[in-house]
Nanobody, 120 residues
Framework: QTQLAESGGGMVLPGGSLRLSCAAS????????MGWYRQTPGKQRELVAT???????TYGDSVKGRFTISRDNAKNSVYLQMNSLKPEDASNYYC??????????????WGQGTLVTVSS
């Protein structure tokens, strides 16, 4: 069973930084796309950033210039460096991965979420 394990959430002051990590495990042949989304209760899920196997990235407008997504294909891991955090960045952050299993069946999986709180 393919799973994602997220870490790195926590509380930070406005203007501070956090780094989220997410590692995939299971019978994975290749991970094509990985990404981060966030969702606050009562609000729609919002794109934060995605990255392809080749390193192409996309960012949500609200985080451009402040957040950086990266990945380590050898470790089946994705990271999100968050700088200049604002109170409106506070949310549950979810990791996602999509690719092929060793059986060549497609998979898409989501993590359990990690909470980021930005408050003075």
């Amino acid at each position: 069973q393919t799973q994602l394990a997220e870490s790195g959430g926590g509380m930070v002051l406005p203007g501070g930084s956090l780094r989220l990590s997410c590692a995939a495990s299971g019978s994975i042949f290749i991970i094509l796309n990985m990404g981060w989304y966030r969702q606050t209760p009562g609000k729609q899920r919002e794109l934060v950033a995605t990255i392809t196997n080749g390193g192409d990235t996309t960012y949500g407008d609200s985080v451009k210039g402040r957040f950086t997504i990266s990945r380590d294909n050898a470790k089946n891991s994705v990271y999100l460096q968050m700088n200049s955090l604002k109170p409106e960045d506070a949310s549950n952050y979810y990791c996602t991965a999509e690719g092929l299993l060793v059986s060549h069946r497609h998979f898409e999986v989501w993590g359990q979420g990690t909470l980021v709180t930005v408050s003075s």
